[in-house]
């Protein structure tokens, strides 16, 4: 996949995308499929906002139940098997526990029925190939047997725990680049560090959008019959600016923190309610990953950041309702923040706001053709969403297009079978790799293509880093997958900046390699490096 300039300057498209996050990809990947002719623009890296900074789970959204949202849970959970099915490599199973305590009586026989209706809500978790993918219905464990599982629920008056199961992404980052793999494999011009500026506004009529290449500065039109944005918490702020006027779609932004620590369990997640919310206690890679928080954002989204006061008051939450847990300063390893693109309902209430996402055609309200806006609510959900956007599209532009099979179709590494089976047999083909089975699950069916990078040159096999990675991910990642920059492959393309700071050594091996495929001079390779430390770092708010 690499950056079309030259097609985004000169072709005109049928459908461009504005915003490479899951639901710019999943858009892209599904109409580029239907065969449309398809543009995206990204301005930063793809999946670097939201697609990123989120619990990382393809989930059913247990807690909607509350709201009656039926429609939406079943909606997540048809999206979850469907996940695990066409990404098994990037999708798997997660044990969830949920402690109950001594007068919790009440809570637990809602939150029992709760998730009997969400056993029957997904009943077709189990049509999958995979036994090893399939997910058993929720029980309940004593607490002897709570314990024996995960020992940090030990607390005063535990009773036993509900035990129920959703899903787990391994990296969101790598499955969103592979739905613009498989967008860009069926002929979409695809490019990175591509700013959307002003919409092409022809007396009400969309035809496309000024952009700014961010690398080169480079100002050209791109032009295309129909125009959607897909920019996430930045959707009614881009509108705006791009029209020079307000439209009728307002968002209301939630920040949500999450914050990595050594393991605190051993296998499952547990969901712990606060009594105002929840948080949850995740496995992640080795480590375990908290989150999250629920806060109502207005700042600028380009500068949110992780404050020490939130890590301390999100600590002492926990301690709190998980007091085996003893969190510390010290013990934060690794923190970001995401925001939430929810529907302004204007309740003001984010943690009661609808996830549902939206598609708006701007003809109704702002009186604007051929722009439509689509706002992802979930990441579980946004292969569906991305489905109704293109029939949308299809229907308005009178377009001959082949069936939705975004269902069907492995992403572009996906082709794997059975997952054990496809891990075993890399581990016997590769015995001198130590971290093969992390190798398997970031690239699946592509890792023979991923591996070749290191024909003739047997250092790439090297590890780099503390997650699993090797240097023949960088070459791959710079020829392949449009890595530009050092962040792009340090955070979103490996591991390496997943699990905290990486090493100062792990960053001169990585941007070395970067400097050998790209031609930095020893300047550029410094200030690559430079430009890491803000992912590392808290900020106090302004
Ligand atoms: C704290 C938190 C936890 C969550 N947990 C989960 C979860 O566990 N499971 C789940 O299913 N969902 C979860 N979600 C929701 C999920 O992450 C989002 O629904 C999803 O990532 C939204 O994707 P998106 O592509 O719409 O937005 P984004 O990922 O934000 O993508 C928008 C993109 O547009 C780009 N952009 C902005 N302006 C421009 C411009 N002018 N030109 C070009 N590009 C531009 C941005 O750089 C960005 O990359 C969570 C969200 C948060 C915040």
Not at 250 to 268: D, E, F, N, W
Not at 414 to 426: E, H
Not at 522 to 530: G, P
Request: hydrophobic letters at 40%; glycine letters at 8%; a negative charge.
């Amino acid at each position: 996949m690499r950056r079309a300039l030259d097609r985004l300057a000169n072709e005109t498209f049928d459908l461009l995308i504005v915003g490479g996050g899951v639901t710019g990809a999943c858009v892209a990947r599904d109409a580029a499929m239907r065969g449309l002719k398809v543009a995206l623009v990204e301005k930063n890296d793809f999946a670097g906002a939201t697609s990123a900074h989120n619990s990382k789970l393809v989930h059913g959204g247990l807690r909607y139940l509350r709201n009656f949202e039926l429609g939406l849970v079943r909606e997540s959970l048809k999206e979850r098997r469907i996940w695990q099915r066409i990404a098994p490599h990037l999708v798997h199973p997660l044990p969830f526990l949920v402690p109950s305590y001594s007068g919790g009586w009440r809570a637990r026989a809602i939150l029992n029925a709760g998730l009997t209706l969400y056993d029957i809500l997904s009943f077709d978790k189990g049509w999958l190939d995979d036994p090893a993918q399939k997910l058993p219905n929720h029980s309940w464990l004593n607490r002897k047997k709570a314990l024996e599982l995960e020992p940090v629920l030990d607390a005063p008056g535990l009773e036993g725990a509900l035990q129920y199961y959703d899903a787990q992404m391994y990296s969101p980052e790598r499955l969103a680049l592979e739905c613009l793999l498989d967008a860009d494999a069926n002929g979409a011009a695809i490019a990175n560090y591509v700013e959307g500026g002003k919409l092409l506004n022809h007396d009400g009529r969309i035809e496309g959008c000024n952009v700014r290449d961010v690398e080169s500065g480079a100002m050209f039109d791109v032009r295309a019959k129909l125009t959607l944005v897909a920019t996430g918490p930045w959707a009614d702020i881009f509108l705006e600016q791009a029209l020079s006027k307000p439209t009728s779609h307002k968002l209301m932004r939630s920040k949500g923190i999450h914050v990595l620590v050594p393991a605190l369990t051993r296998q499952a997640a547990l969901t712990v309610a606060t009594g105002t919310g929840h948080f949850f206690v995740l496995p992640w890679h080795g480590h375990t990953l908290l989150g999250t928080t629920d806060t109502p954002f207005k700042d600028n989204p380009d500068q949110v950041a992780v404050s020490e006061k939130e890590i301390d008051a999100f600590f002492a939450l926990i301690n709190k309702h998980l007091p085996r847990a003893q969190l510390t300063r010290e013990k934060a390893e690794y923190f970001y923040a995401g925001l939430r693109p929810l529907v302004d309902d204007g309740s003001g209430d984010t943690y009661g706001a609808s996830r549902r996402s939206e598609l708006v055609d701007h003809a109704q309200g702002d009186g604007l053709d051929g722009l439509f806006s689509a706002i992802g609510g979930k990441w579980t959900t946004s292969r569906d969403l991305a489905q109704c956007a293109v029939d949308a599209i299809v229907e308005k532009l009178k377009l001959p297009a082949a069936e939705c099979e975004t269902d069907e179709d492995p992403t572009a590494g996906g082709d794997v079978g059975r997952i054990g089976g496809f891990i075993a047999l890399q581990r016997a083909e590769h015995p001198d790799l130590p971290t093969i089975e992390h190798l398997a699950h970031m690239y699946g069916a592509r890792l023979p293509d991923m591996l070749s990078q290191c024909n003739n040159r047997p250092e790439l096999r090297a590890a780099i880093g503390n997650a699993g990675d090797i240097g023949a991910q960088i070459v791959f990642a710079v020829r392949e997958e449009m890595a530009l920059h050092l962040s792009d492959v340090v955070m979103r393309r490996t591991s390496m900046g997943q699990l905290g700071a990486p090493s100062r050594e792990a960053l001169d091996t990585a941007s070395r390699i970067m400097a050998a495929e790209l031609g930095w001079n020893e300047e550029h390779r410094q200030s690559e490096i430079a430009a890491l430390a803000p992912w590392f770092a808290t900020r106090e708010a302004a």
